[in-house]
């Protein structure tokens, strides 16, 4: 069957599918390519990215897990919690906790950049997304591909979204797709966030939203001044900025 008539085809059945709220929990492992990611900040030669790559290159990328739990058109994404094993080292977690309401169109969420904790509660951004003609499987689910960008950090994003979960949400507060978003490829593997498992079975009285979140209040037009300028800054005086603020 030929590409464009399937996607149509997703697209139309995606339409009777949302009439029917679902609720569940999806983990998401998140791998992150430094090495990728160093290599392309405009002041890292070659000799560098080789050097990188000598030290760091051979170390085993296990990721980090987390939850995306969604009922009645809302959800919590965060960390997975993950049962301590002795003898491992793990790196002190940024606090993330992205709470979306897709019903009342709000967002309230709880970021850690720049060495701070930022609590934003306002209206829920809208995502513009291109629709392309690409399709594959993940988790066993039937998979579209979107595209986006976050010009604040000069990243194109692609997003896979199965309309089979009648959601419209996803990873790293992402959403607005006639579908749960599965994957998400940042800037060409620099990062990506794929769906490890699929648990639509569990019967939440409530999600697991905290009752309280404390950060210094603000609002997504500040923040991206505040990161604006330190990611400038950062690149003048040679060094990563995605060191301090979430890639």
């Known amino acids: 069957m030929n590409k464009t008539i399937i996607i149509i085809f997703f697209l139309l059945v995606s339409i009777s599918l949302f009439s029917q709220l679902p609720q569940g929990t999806i983990t998401y492992n998140r791998k992150t390519d430094w090495i990728s990611i160093m290599s392309k900040l405009p002041y890292v030669s070659q000799e560098e990215v080789d ?3 000598l030290t760091w290159g051979n170390e085993e990328n296990k990721g980090q897990n ?11 994404y965060t960390y997975a919690i993950e049962e301590k094993t002795d003898n491992t080292y793990s790196w002190n977690k940024d606090a993330l906790v992205l709470i979306r309401d897709y019903k009342a169109k709000k967002i309230k969420d709880l970021r850690e950049e720049l060495g701070k904790k930022f609590l934003l509660e306002e209206d829920l951004p809208k995502t513009k ?16 591909k979107a595209e986006t960008r976050n010009e604040l950090k000069d990243q194109t994003i692609h997003a896979w979204f199965s309309d089979a979960i009648p959601f419209s ?7 607005g797709l006639p579908g749960v978003i599965l994957e998400l490829n940042i800037n060409d593997g620099d990062a990506v966030i794929t769906a490890t498992k699929v648990n639509l079975e569990s019967s939440m009285d409530k999600l697991p939203i905290p009752n309280k979140m404390k950060g210094k209040k603000t609002n997504r037009k500040e923040l991206n001044s505040k990161l604006e300028k330190f990611i400038a800054q950062s690149i003048e005086g040679r060094k990563n900025p995605f060191w301090r603020i979430r890639y």
């Open 51 to 53: 050097r990188y790559t």
């Open 66 to 76: 987390y939850d995306l739990s969604f009922k009645n058109n809302k959800s919590i």
């Open 129 to 144: 997304w291109k629709i392309l003609n690409e399709i594959k499987e993940i988790e066993g689910y039937l998979c579209m």
């Open 169 to 175: 949400g996803g990873p790293e507060g992402y959403g």
